[in-house]
C-alpha cells in the first residue's frame, strides 16, 4: 500500500449504529487529519493530530471520537449519528514541524449515509 | 481570519480550449498556496503549490498558476483541456496555527469538459 488508504469506502449505517472509520498513512508523516466534505461546502477541519497528540478538535459533537495510536493509523469512531451527518469522510497526513510548509495527502474518502 | 474565494462553482469548457479557474485568498502574511484537484469518488490530489520565489508555478497535468499578490489572486490555468481534466479544483491557503499547519479551503469549482 502506498499514500493514504480508507476503509471502508463505504458506509451505511442507523442511527442507532456504531461504527469506526480507519485511516493509514504509508507515507512516514507525523501529522494527521480528519476533514468532512458535504456538498457545496469548502471542506471542514474536524481534528487535528501532530505527533500523535490531538491539537485541534473543531467543536465538532462527541457523537465523532477520534483515536490516533500511533503515527501511522487514524481512527474515527462514530456513534449515534444524525441523517445530516451524511457526507464524504477525508483522511489526509502531512509533515508537520520545521520551517517548511509541506502539503497534505489525502486519502480516497468514505462516502457515510446516515438512514 | 484566512479565507479563500472561488467564484466559479461550475465552468464548462470544450476540449482543447484554455482554461483559467479563479481564486482569491484573504491572509494577513506571506501565503502558502495550493490548487488541489479532486476526481469523483477520489480524494483530493495536489497540483500545484506556491510558497515563495517565481510567481509563476508549474503544476503537472499540464497546470500552471500566478500568484499575484497585489490583486490577491492565485489562478489556475491549463491551454488545452482534456476530456480527462473534468473534475472539481479546491484551491487553498496553508499557514501556522497554534504550532502546526493547518489548511482553508475554498468552495471548489467544478470543470465540465465537452466534446
Known amino acids: 500500500e502506498t499514500g493514504v488508504t480508507q476503509t471502508p469506502r463505504h458506509l451505511v449505517m442507523g442511527m442507532t449504529n456504531k461504527k469506526s472509520l480507519k485511516c493509514e498513512q504509508h507515507?512516514?508523516?507525523?501529522?494527521m487529519y480528519w476533514y468532512k466534505q458535504s456538498a457545496k461546502k469548502p471542506l471542514e477541519l474536524m481534528f487535528v493530530y501532530s505527533l500523535e497528540e490531538r491539537v485541534e478538535n473543531n467543536s465538532v459533537p462527541s457523537r465523532f471520537s477520534p483515536e490516533c495510536p500511533n503515527s501511522s493509523h487514524l481512527f474515527l469512531h462514530l456513534h449515534t449519528l444524525q441523517p445530516e451527518d451524511s457526507a464524504l469522510y477525508l483522511c489526509a497526513s502531512s509533515q508537520t514541524g520545521g520551517k517548511a510548509y509541506n502539503e497534505q495527502f489525502f486519502g480516497p474518502g468514505t462516502r457515510l449515509t446516515v438512514l | 481570519a484566512q479565507s479563500v474565494t472561488q467564484p466559479d462553482i461550475h465552468i464548462t469548457v470544450s476540449e482543447g480550449a484554455s482554461l483559467e479557474l479563479r481564486c482569491n485568498y484573504s491572509y494577513g502574511a506571506t501565503p502558502y498556496l495550493f490548487w488541489y484537484v479532486q476526481s469523483p469518488g477520489q480524494g483530493l490530489q495536489l497540483l500545484l503549490k506556491y510558497f515563495s520565489g517565481d510567481t509563476l508555478v508549474q503544476g503537472i497535468k499540464g497546470f500552471e498558476a500566478e500568484f499575484k499578490r497585489s490583486q490577491s489572486s492565485f489562478n489556475l490555468r491549463k491551454p488545452s483541456v482534456h476530456w480527462s481534466d473534468a473534475a472539481e479544483y479546491f484551491c487553498?491557503?496553508?499557514?501556522?496555527?497554534?504550532?502546526?499547519?493547518?489548511?482553508?479551503f475554498g468552495i471548489g469549482t467544478k470543470l465540465q469538459v465537452i466534446p
Open positions: 487553498a491557503v496553508g499557514y501556522y496555527s497554534g504550532g502546526y499547519q493547518k489548511v482553508t
Open positions: 507515507l512516514g508523516h507525523n501529522a
